[in-house]
């Protein structure tokens, strides 16, 4: 579980834009992208991040979403 002051601190390490924090991942909706979070560790390498699907991205944008 990630800390929310730590959350709120992270940005995403290509635009530099805010990012959204899930149980398992963080979601940069600028790039498409979510990034893993492995052990509590997330890991922000761009070989390492998901490309997101526009279906998946209005899923996040959904505010039902699961967090
Ligand atoms: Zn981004």
């Known amino acids: 579980m990630i800390p929310e002051e730590i ?3 992270l940005a995403c390490p290509l635009c530099k834009g805010d990012l959204i ?7 940069c909706l600028k790039c498409k ?3 893993p979070i ?3 560790i997330p890991i922000f390498l761009i070989e390492e991040a998901q490309k997101l ?8 944008k959904d505010p039902n979403y699961e967090r």
């Open 7 to 9: 959350k709120n601190i």
């Open 21 to 27: 924090g899930t149980e398992s991942s963080f979601i």
């Open 33 to 35: 992208l979510l990034y």
């Open 38 to 40: 492995k052990e509590e």
């Open 53 to 60: 699907s526009d279906e998946d991205i209005q899923k996040i």
